[in-house]
């Protein structure tokens, strides 16, 4: 890591709005961080389920003051390995776009490959994966949405370290590694995978700094102070829940928390 301290937003003030159980917990911090840094004007998401990631991402375009929108791509009705769901889950997400973040976002229910007539090329500046995980859909969501990408723009993958059942983003992911110069990976959760797509003017900030630096010793502390982060977010919700109960408690309320 740089001999600089790093102490990015995640740690000084995120307290996420939005909690609902997903595989994606553990890498909220650096959502949150990644987009307070490169302030992206333009952001898609494939795959959004309940919204936990899509969120974060959205809580930190307002807390940071970004100038930006964020689309959500889905058809909302399940995949192989989410299995089907009901529409309750598109109308939990829908309330909280609109008592929190109307006019940012746009909720795209349809499917990926008919999204992408909306979109020019070079127009995005975060494209997020989180579709199905086998193989060939990775390669095929990666292949088909990357000219969308604007040069110097950053795509993230979801369960880049998963070797369950059929998932295969691991494998799609381990061959970008051999043909790509800025891409990095964190192991922790699920393993989330960014790459940065060459050319562009890209930004460069401390934490895109840290990300492509390309040294392992360098990368193995950056992956250790997310690890970190996720358990420090974690432990701090914990501490705001008892915190509340106990205020509940001495008011002669019930003793519930809230989250
Ligand atoms: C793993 S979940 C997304 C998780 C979410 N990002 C989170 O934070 O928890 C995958 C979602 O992708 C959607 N999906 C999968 N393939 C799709 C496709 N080709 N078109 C539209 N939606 C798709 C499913 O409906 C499901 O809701």
Redesign the pocket.
Known sequence: MSDSIYFPPSLQRFEPKRM?F???VDHLPFAYDLVAAIRPKMLV??????????F?FCQSLIENNIDGVAYA???????E??DA?DES?FLDVQKHARENYRGITYLMK??????LQHFKDDSIDLL?I????TYE?VKE?FETWYPKVRPGGIVLF??VMARLKDFGAWRYFEELEQSHEEIFKFHHGFGLGVLRKPGGQAPETQLTQLLFKGDEASDQKLRQFYVHASHFLEARRQAGRFREITENRKKGGQGKATA
């Not at 349809?110 to 999204?115: G, H, L, T």
């Not at 989180?130 to 995980?133: A, M, N, P, S």
């Open positions: 609902v997903s595989t994606w998401e494939l795959g959004v389920y309940n919204g936990l990631s899509f974060t791509v889905d058809c909302w009705e399940g995949d390995h989410t769901y889950i349809m499917f990926f490959s008919e999204a997020h989180d579709g199905l995980h859909a969501d979801h369960d």
